[in-house]
């Protein structure tokens, strides 16, 4: 079975601009949540999807969003970049029924 | 707001020297304790789940406890193999997930 897959690897803006990352779901799993890294913040909490529908959402701003297709793959849309977006965006899908989280490599974002 | 704290930071073994990190935690109703592995590069790998107080998963050289405030992941006669960073996650009633900052393991041959 695959793992989870995200796209691109590695991602430079410019502050001002917005982007988008990608995330494919191991096979049958239907829930999707995103992860921020930092050195300094850690893993923090963005958002969780479960088919279609977002479940949680963790304490950042609007200008962070996602959404989930028919199909679970999710994005994740950053608009109006700032400095201190730079992170690893990390995506993790479970079965449901399951808590038990599976990460992709993360996206390397780096806005300057 | 629920919180955990990891200690130490970062930590120097040498191959088979046996320690422990610490997990410190307060939540809200909590449904899970979960330890990690991350390796440089790489996004963090499942190594255990604990439910409930006196709780204790074992795999390899690793064992994870769990109290009703802390959680201890124990490392039986490292290897190098081990180095990694070792994340602690809980899981409190409204099914929100947070993590520790995470322990940096190091451990020399």
Known sequence: KAGVT????YLIKTRGQQVTLSCSPISGHRSVSWYQQTPGQGLQFLFEYFSETQRNKGNFPGR??????????????????????SALYLCASRDGANEK????????LSVL | EDQVTQSPEAL?????????LNCSYTVSGLRGLFWYRQDPGKGPEFLFTLYSAGEEKEKERLKATLT?????????????????????????????LTFGGGTRLMVKP
């Open chain 1, 6 to 9: 995200q796209t691109p690897r």
């Open chain 1, 64 to 85: 962070f969003s996602g959404r989930q297709f028919s199909n679970s793959r999710s994005e994740m849309n950053v608009s109006t970049l700032e400095l201190g977006d």
């Open chain 1, 101 to 108: 989280l599976f990460f992709g490599s993360g996206t390397q």
């Open chain 2, 12 to 20: 120097r073994l040498q191959e088979g020297e046996s320690s422990s």
């Open chain 2, 68 to 96: 009703k405030k802390e959680s201890f992941l124990h490392i039986t006669a490292p290897k190098p193999e081990d180095s990694a960073t070792y994340l602690c996650a809980v899981l409190n009633a409204g099914n929100m």
